[in-house]
């Protein structure tokens, strides 16, 4: 009987502190700094061409500062990259990026930027292509606290750029981690 009790023992030991720890209210404040990995959906539209939505890997890096408790300011690159067959196609953008946290407390957040974008294919001997142009992006996710000062972060993110006769938008799906 004592041997079925100790896992039971130990998961509790484990678990009670978590739980205290996850229950104080969030804190925000001064510079922080974040990155992420995850798989994204790359879709593709253009003048004559049919590029149907490829996964792949894609990650991303923010930083910024806090306005208030529930508002921060910062930049954030965004990126997705695919090689198949020889071609390397990545997407990415650089954008000016607002975080709203509607509870202060909470750890819920939406964010939204704008700025630019880059889409490129290198088929090495075969020729590359680079285009640049617009890009908005749009996500929420939660900061599920681990530490004083450190995050575990999901989040969904959808980003979109206009490029000259066409346009490209990713949807990821991505866990990261943020230092307050």
Same mark, same amino acid.
């Given at each position: 009987?004592?041997?079925?009790?100790?896992?039971?023992?130990?998961?509790?030991?484990?678990?009670?502190?978590?739980?205290?720890?996850?229950?104080?209210?969030?804190?925000?404040?001064?510079?922080?700094?974040?990155?992420?990995?995850?798989?994204?959906?790359?879709?593709?539209?253009?003048?004559?061409?049919?590029?149907?939505?490829?996964?792949?890997?894609?990650?991303?890096?923010?930083?910024?500062?806090?306005?208030?408790?529930?508002?921060?300011?910062?930049?954030?690159?965004?990126?997705?990259?695919?090689?198949?067959?020889?071609?390397?196609?990545?997407?990415?953008?650089?954008?000016?990026?607002?975080?709203?946290?509607?509870?202060?407390? #909470?750890?819920?957040?939406? +964010? /939204?930027? *704008?700025? $630019? %974008?880059? @889409?490129?294919? =290198?088929?090495?001997? !075969? #020729?590359?292509?680079?285009? +640049? /142009?617009? *890009?908005? $992006? %749009?996500? @929420?996710?939660? =900061?599920?606290?681990? !530490?004083?000062?450190?995050?575990?972060?999901?989040? *969904?993110?959808?980003?979109?750029?206009?490029? =000259?006769?066409?346009?490209?938008?990713?949807?990821?799906?991505?866990?990261?981690?943020?230092?307050?």
């Amino acid at each position: 009987m004592l041997r079925s009790v100790r896992p039971i023992l130990l998961l509790a030991c484990l678990v009670f502190p978590l739980s205290l720890h996850a229950q104080r209210a969030q804190t925000r404040e001064g510079f922080w700094i974040g990155f992420g990995f995850g798989y994204g959906g790359l879709d593709i539209t253009c003048d004559g061409c049919d590029v149907s939505r490829e996964s792949s890997i894609s990650g991303y890096l923010k930083m910024g500062g806090t306005l208030s408790p529930n508002l921060l300011i910062g930049g954030q690159t965004f990126g997705w990259y695919k090689e198949e067959s020889g071609v390397k196609v990545t997407e990415g953008s650089l954008t000016a990026n607002v975080w709203f946290y509607p509870n202060p407390a #909470g750890g819920f957040w939406l +964010t /939204g930027g *704008a700025g $630019l %974008a880059s @889409l490129s294919a =290198d088929a090495g001997i !075969g #020729g590359s292509d680079t285009e +640049t /142009g617009f *890009a908005v $992006l %749009a996500g @929420l996710g939660y =900061d599920l606290r681990v !530490g004083r000062n450190l995050s575990l972060v999901p989040s *969904a993110t959808w980003q979109f750029a206009n490029f =000259d006769g066409g346009g490209a938008n990713v949807l990821q799906v991505a866990l990261g981690i943020t230092f307050h």
